[in-house]
């Protein structure tokens, strides 16, 4: 692979066009990934009936679990790429992408066995109501069959962000949910599969998406120095991918496995509220796009900031991706708040089910505005390489704030989704302070700070 462009260079121009042009194909990336999951519910919807609703709400909530933890593992080889690029280390870039190719391999294979294996045993622990447990078990025994696929696509992606390419992932993903799409209308449409063509058409795309995406990246000019003779494991790079990465993805596992306890609540609360809430989560996914690609842009740019040693561009990276994300993150506030029932009756025309989601909106969408200046500060660590401190956040906001607290709304006389939503804005404050708090010691260390 050739020399580094300028192109793929966060350490040198406008700090908020350099963000931008990042961000912009990130979220195009992360708009259309979450189409997987929302047109499978939409056409679910549309041809099935509450139970298959319910099932491809709690099946995809839970594999949307599983990738994010296998992929927030591969932050750590986002960051270390990053630092080699501002290093100017190209070589060491490219023995970063070989270990990660083996690494990520042996992880896939191994999730692919435990899922087939656990499926059911999942199933009874998030308490899908009965007439639904059957068609989740399927779509999870389905989808985890081509996690090695799904998991192959997001390491791919995940280099590509880490040598300053948000492209390419923005073209990957494209391809494939144009396949979902098409596949998702043939199986569940056409041949009337339900929820387990909505399942073999996500991972059919995926495939697709591997596929194409490894014959045009070996076409592409980028800023490392890879053979295929360094598809092994370089102990110094694995030990940096794991120091960074495995905070990273206990942070990330804390908080889907919180979420999946709020499911589990939730779907204790009957059929009808957990069809809303397999709607509202679907809708919730768009509307978390926007801190999530604030995130993983300032992940970027910080990483390579810090090992191009520029850390004062670096924290200003942080202040404008807040004030940036907090200013779109109003907009959707409102709509979330004023306009759930609209957005909920794109996956469903039934009354109750409608209604269910638009309460769960309701609760959560202030968090729209909060969770911006969140991901920013974990953005900031993440990029610098210490990630600790955004575990340690994860751990105990899932554990001492968000199961708790939607423990004690649903224990409310009247308890309804409304209360249910409000868990999520109430831990995301947690977490501001909790960075808050860090960010003065280091202060008070000496240590540079955004």
Excluded at 244 to 261: D, K, Y
Aim: aromatic share 8%; net charge positive; glycine share 10%.
């Amino acid at each position: 692979m050739g020399k580094m462009k300028s192109e793929f260079s966060f350490v040198e121009g406008p700090v908020f066009g350099s963000l931008i042009r990042f961000a912009v194909p990130v979220l195009g990336a992360l708009i259309l990934q979450a189409a997987y999951g929302a047109v499978d519910l939409m056409v679910v919807g549309q041809f099935g009936d509450a139970a298959s609703i319910s099932a491809v709400g709690t099946g995809s909530s839970f594999m949307q679990m599983a990738t994010f933890i296998i992929t927030s593992l591969a932050m750590g080889s986002t960051v270390v790429i990053g630092q080699h690029i501002g290093e100017k280390k190209p070589e060491e870039a490219g023995n970063t992408v070989g270990t990660t190719i083996l690494l990520f391999a042996a992880i896939g294979i191994g999730a692919t066995v435990a899922l087939e294996l656990f499926a059911g045993k999942i199933v009874a622990l998030l308490q899908v109501p009965l007439q639904s447990v059957d068609k989740t078990i399927l779509y999870i025994r389905i989808c985890s069959a081509g996690i090695v696929v799904i998991i192959a696509y997001n390491v791919i992606s995940g280099v590509l962000r880490g040598v300053g390419n948000a492209n390419l992932p923005f073209l990957f993903v494209g391809i494939a949910c144009v396949v979902n799409i098409i596949g998702d209308l043939l199986l569940i449409g056409a041949f009337q599969m339900d929820v387990a063509g909505a399942a073999l058409a996500t991972v059919f795309a995926q495939l697709v998406s591997v596929i194409l995406s490894a014959a045009i990246i070996r076409r592409q000019d980028l800023p490392i120095r890879f053979s295929f003779a360094q598809c092994r494991i370089y102990g110094k790079e694995l030990k940096r991918i794991l120091n960074i990465g495995v905070p990273i993805a206990l942070q990330e596992a804390m908080v889907q496995i919180s979420f999946l306890v709020v499911n589990s609540i939730v779907n204790h609360m009957g059929l009808m509220p957990s069809a809303g809430y397999g709607v509202a989560s679907k809708i919730v996914s768009f509307i978390m796009l926007v801190p999530s690609s604030v995130m993983q842009s300032v992940s970027a740019f910080v990483a390579q900031n810090i090992g191009a040693g520029k850390r004062v561009r670096a924290r200003t990276g942080v202040r404008t991706a807040m004030i940036t994300g907090c200013s779109v993150g109003v907009v959707i506030f409102l709509t979330g708040f004023f306009g759930g029932s609209f957005l909920s009756a794109a996956f469903t025309h039934d009354p109750q089910v409608i209604a269910q989601s638009a309460d769960y909106l309701k609760g959560f969408s202030a968090d729209c505005i909060l969770t911006c200046i969140l991901f920013s500060s974990i953005g900031y660590f993440n990029g610098s390489g210490k990630s600790i401190p955004v575990m340690v956040q994860g751990v105990t906001s899932a554990l001492c704030v968000r199961i708790p607290v939607s423990i004690l709304m649903s224990r409310i006389p009247g308890a309804s989704l409304v209360g249910m939503g409000l868990a999520t804005p109430i831990t995301t404050i947690y977490g501001i302070l909790f960075f808050a708090i860090c960010f003065r010691q280091m202060k008070n260390h000496g240590t540079p700070r955004p």
